[in-house]
């Protein structure tokens, strides 16, 4: 009874230091990421509290037909990203290994299982759900991890299957996929009890698109020299268009940053001061090490200014039509940078070596993301092949801080650079 | 001009002087827990033993892990620039280096310039390295220096499968358990070594003429199997565990 009381009143607490942030916000000129993402933590996790409904989705999952039906969306995924930011990976994935989950499972479904039974992690774990959304266009392993959770928090799960799209997307994948979204439609009826609004959708999937065209536009600032952005910032500033696309505060906050970007480009302020190498990063970030790897390369006077990774979520804008939004979001889905063949994804990397004009390509080997790691020696060996640009691969694992080895990471980038620099000065 | 390499070392540390293009003198002494102590240590024993004053000394380059705690060192290089650097010197035909060290291995490529091409690292785990035969010769009872010469004798060396050096020593005291030979064992130890660097090798590509460099070049053992298993033959110097030294020595020239 105690604790029942206890834990209303910290909601309580979370839902008021939630309005206020949202009322002084109303008086700030310039908001801030922090600003925003505590506005929408302390909704989601006080939602019970106005009666709002919460839903975990996978990062790659649709998410607007959430927002139309005003459910929350939560994102374990980004949680994830938090959870390895703060260096609190490893002792929550111990947690889940202790459940007996194995070390070998990817470090954001450890870490959130693992959250999940002693709300540990930066914000004291994730609202519980009312629904799981799962696609698995991004991994397999989200089809287990949330089937565990639903039973976990036993609520009602939906699969969105997306066939992988090794060459092409076939009329029959086309009909499959998009079959599944009336099926979503449905189970929103029946887990909020109430038609599902349409019109609103349009809406949504509209401001959704929009937000994607501005994200692109900002990370396309990148392409100045020097580079006014790093991949640093674009992992930080990605978590908006990931958790909140489809409303206008990611319109908002966007608008405001590549106005910012922009500037910088005016007044020649760089991301690295003294920028004189320009590098591609492949892979999700090592979340517990971004600003050590932003330091270690600054100081070899080298950028990272781009990154496939937070191009994905702008990545499939090519097959989305804003005036046909929910068949084109089935194809956009379908198609993401981790469901299509080694070909493509090679292709992709080698327009963005091409677009951003950079000297090397650093591949981080993701020990958690197999998706994401498996065909990287061949996208390395097509990128020599193709372009002769010095590549370099990371072992390492975006949330687990237990398998980074500091001082041989150090010794490949600075042996990296080394080579990167003797090329540079050679032409 | 005369010019010092001090290569730190997981397991060891190194020096050498060289002056116009020729080596003057090597020094190979324990690092120890005190990485910045084994730097001015062992230069200094070295130009004790040369006869040489600090002053004599125009430029110093340090290398290997603890190549940012010599503080005297006029600038640092990575290993596999000091490597293929001193390989090249040693040998200008070059094109390709396996550096066997006390806590990594390194397969290097080098242009006809001796510039590297390209490299490739073992993943963070001590298979494959200086440190897995040391815990093997502990596990065998066997000084390491022996390692060599005692497993060219085996003729059906034993099957070692595990990539973990802590599994893989529980295999080799269940081999001991069994019965097996030590020079069976320890030639089925080289086997697992030359496997792993094989392997990691075969990423960049090796290209003739190869070179063996670092500690573990010592161990005639590594080399044969390591050849067996590239099919390739295998250049062993005597300067083979100096030779990082020796490259950031004539680094130094070009300061």
Same mark, same amino acid.
């Given at each position: 009874?105690?604790?029942?009381?206890?834990?209303?009143?910290?909601?309580?607490?979370?839902?008021?230091?939630?309005? +206020?942030?949202?009322?002084?916000? !109303?008086?700030?000129?310039?908001?801030?990421?922090?600003? !925003?993402?505590?506005?929408? !933590?302390?909704?989601?996790?006080?939602?019970?509290?106005?009666?709002?409904?919460?839903?975990?989705?996978?990062?790659?999952?649709?998410?607007?037909p959430l927002i139309a039906m005003d459910v929350i969306p939560v994102y374990p995924e980004n949680h994830g990203a938090m959870i390895g930011a703060s260096k609190m990976g490893g002792s929550l994935c111990e947690v889940a290994e202790a459940m007996g989950y194995s070390a070998d499972l990817c470090s954001y479904a450890r870490s959130d299982i693992?959250?999940?039974?002693?709300?540990?992690?930066?914000?004291?774990?994730?609202?519980?759900?009312?629904?799981?959304?799962?696609?698995?266009?991004?991994?397999?392993?989200?089809?287990?991890?949330?089937?565990?959770?639903?039973? !976990?928090?036993?609520?009602?799960?939906?699969?969105?299957?997306?066939?992988?799209?090794?060459?092409?997307?076939?009329?029959?994948?086309?009909?499959?996929?998009?079959?599944?979204?009336?099926?979503y439609f449905v189970f929103l009826e029946k887990a909020c009890?109430?038609? +599902?609004?349409?019109?609103?959708?349009?809406?949504?999937?509209?401001?959704?698109?929009?937000?994607?065209?501005?994200?692109?536009?900002?990370?396309?600032?990148?392409?100045?020299?020097?580079?006014?952005?790093?991949? +640093?910032?674009?992992?930080?500033?990605?978590?908006?268009?990931?958790?909140?696309?489809?409303t206008k505060e990611v319109i908002d906050y966007y608008t405001w940053l590549l106005a910012y970007m922009k500037d910088r480009i005016a007044r020649g302020i760089g991301a690295v001061p003294n920028e004189k190498y320009r590098l591609l990063w492949d892979n999700i970030p090592i979340w517990h090490r971004t600003r050590w790897l932003s330091e270690k390369f600054a100081a070899h006077n080298a950028c990272l200014v781009a990154d496939t990774y937070t191009t994905a979520w702008c990545g499939a804008l090519r097959y989305i039509d804003e005036n046909n939004f929910i068949d084109s979001a089935a194809e956009a889905h379908a198609r993401i940078y981790l469901n299509i063949g080694v070909d493509q994804m090679a292709k992709m990397v080698i327009e963005m070596i091409d677009k951003y004009d950079v000297d090397g390509f650093v591949l981080h080997s993701n020990r958690s993301c197999k998706p994401y790691s498996f065909g990287q020696l061949d996208i390395q060996k097509i990128v020599e092949r193709e372009r002769g640009i010095p590549c370099l691969m990371l072992e390492a694992d975006m949330t687990d801080e237990r398998t980074f080895s500091e001082s041989q990471i150090s010794t490949r980038i600075d042996a990296y650079m080394e080579i990167i620099k003797e090329r540079k000065n050679k032409k | 001009m005369r010019t010092a390499g001090i290569d730190i070392g997981s397991i060891t540390a190194k020096a050498a002087i060289v002056e116009d293009g020729k080596i003057l003198g090597t020094k190979v002494i324990f690092t120890g827990y005190n990485a910045e102590a084994a730097g001015t240590k062992v230069y200094e024993e070295l130009l004790r033993e040369k006869s040489l004053d600090k002053s004599a000394v125009e430029k110093i380059v340090s290398t290997g892990y603890g190549r940012n705690s010599v503080n005297f060192a006029d600038k640092s290089f990575t290993e596999i620039m000091c490597h293929a650097a001193g390989a090249y010197h040693l040998d200008k035909k070059v094109r390709s280096i396996i550096d066997i060290g006390g806590q990594d291995s390194k397969a290097i490529l080098l242009d006809e310039h001796g510039k590297v091409k390209n490299f490739v690292m073992n993943d963070k785990c001590a298979a494959g390295t200086g440190r897995f035969l040391e815990v093997m010769a502990r596990a065998l009872e066997v000084d390491l220096d022996e390692f060599g010469e005692i497993s060219v004798k085996s003729e059906k060396p034993s099957k070692i499968s595990s990539l973990c050096t802590v599994f893989a020593e529980s295999e080799v005291i269940s081999l001991i358990a069994r019965g097996e030979k030590r020079k069976d064992i320890i030639a089925g130890i080289h086997e697992s070594i030359a496997s792993r660097v094989a392997s990691m090798s075969a990423r960049i590509g090796l290209i003739e003429p190869l070179m063996i460099t670092g500690g573990v070049a010592r161990n005639s053992g590594v080399v044969k199997a390591l050849g067996k298993k590239l099919n390739m033959k295998i250049e062993v110097l005597p300067y083979a565990q100096v030779t990082g030294a020796i490259g950031a020595a004539f680094l130094a020239t070009t300061l």
């Open positions: 009874m105690k604790k029942t009381i206890s834990e209303f009143l910290k909601t309580v607490l979370i839902f008021l230091a939630g309005r +206020f942030k949202r009322l002084t916000m !109303y008086f700030k000129k310039t908001k801030t990421m922090k600003d !925003y993402m505590m506005v929408y !933590y302390s909704q989601a996790k006080s939602a019970k509290l106005t009666g709002g409904k919460v839903a975990w989705i996978t990062s790659g999952g649709p998410v607007e693992g959250c999940a039974t002693v709300n540990g992690g930066p914000i004291g774990g994730l609202p519980k759900p009312d629904m799981l959304v799962c696609c698995n266009n991004i991994c397999g392993t989200v089809l287990k991890w949330y089937e565990i959770q639903a039973r !976990y928090f036993n609520v009602p799960l939906f699969i969105l299957d997306t066939p992988f799209c090794h060459t092409e997307y076939t009329e029959e994948m086309a009909r499959y996929v998009r079959a599944q979204f009336d099926d009890g109430r038609k +599902f609004d349409f019109e609103k959708l349009n809406r949504v999937g509209y401001l959704s698109h929009q937000g994607q065209l501005l994200w692109q536009a900002v990370l396309d600032t990148a392409m100045h020299k020097p580079s006014p952005m790093s991949a +640093f910032d674009a992992f930080y500033h990605l978590a908006l268009i990931v958790t909140l696309r489809g | -």
